[in-house]
């Protein structure tokens, strides 16, 4: 009796269903590129730093000696040198991103939730409701997200959380409206046509048919919103409106460095840069998100 061995250029996935994951592993990487795996692995590095930052940092973040006070690089161990108070520069910009990064990821996640539930309902809504909900929006659009953002923290006072609270209403509507738009292209579907006539609640339409198509774009864009979140942070810190010294925090560290740029300009020039290559890496990786899961561009085989 013949037996004939199949042909592997005609096994389908069903059969291999470990060389289809293998496939999409490959794809999703090569969508990624190298620019998005390596801002993702310097992101990766920032969290554990500031998440282990008793463990990383060389010195405490407040401790300080007024012996050793403006020191250049290098001296006495300071690898960045020391600020206006003998403090270790390095050591506070590691402990400093615990709080850049905690008022960059929280209001993002705040405003992600509501901003998202705000947008569906309007994309879903009756005219009268999407009008109502869109038009509102408008309001907070007439005014410069940075004014109202200093306004808000202004009128509630210093602190993280009061910064939180008005990073998270500034950002409710850029990500309500994305959320809108999201859900006016799929608003007339068959597949949602077919959920309204099976008699489906709409807050099960909502959450079962709507979110999960919507929701990888709301992904994409928040993710850009963290860079933005830690620059709008920084700077509520720079003005006195964030947290109070002597707290290690990145717009605060510039703050006390400003009046010392014609001597040591190290002191401001280093939490600047770490602000900006947090805002660069965060966008890389939210355009690298949008690559993989925009599934309009290609369909992963």
Known sequence: MTTYAPDPLTLTDD????????????????????????????AGVLVVAAIFAPLVAP??????????????????????????????????????????????FIPVLVSGVIGSTVGILAGLGSARVHAGIMRTLDVFYAFPAVLLA????????????????????????????????????????????????????????????????????????????????IVYAAGLSFLGLGVSPPTAEWGLMISDGVQYMLTSPMIALMPAIAILLASVLFNIIGDGLRKVLDVRSERFV
Request: charged share 15%.
């Open 150 to 229: 200093i306004a808000i923290a202004a009128a509630l006072g210093s602190g993280i959380s009061n910064s939180i609270i008005a990073l998270s209403v500034i950002l409710i509507p850029p990500v309500a409206r994305v959320a809108e738009t999201e859900t006016g292209r799929i608003r007339n579907a068959d597949f949602l046509d077919a959920a309204r006539a099976s008699g489906a609640p709409w807050r099960s339409i909502a959450v079962r048919q709507v979110l999960p198509n919507v929701s990888p774009a709301i992904m994409v864009y928040c993710t850009t919103l963290i860079g933005l979140s």
């Open 59 to 104: 010195f405490a973040p407040n401790a300080g000696s007024a012996a050793n006070r403006l020191e250049g690089l290098g001296v006495h161990g300071h690898l960045l040198g020391t600020d206006g108070e003998g403090r270790d520069i390095l050591s506070r910009l590691i402990y400093g991103a615990r709080l850049s990064l905690l008022t960059g």
């Open 15 to 42: 059969v291999f269903p470990d060389a289809a994951t293998e496939r999409r592993t490959r794809r999703i990487w090569a969508r990624l590129g190298p620019v998005t795996v390596t801002a993702m692995a310097l």
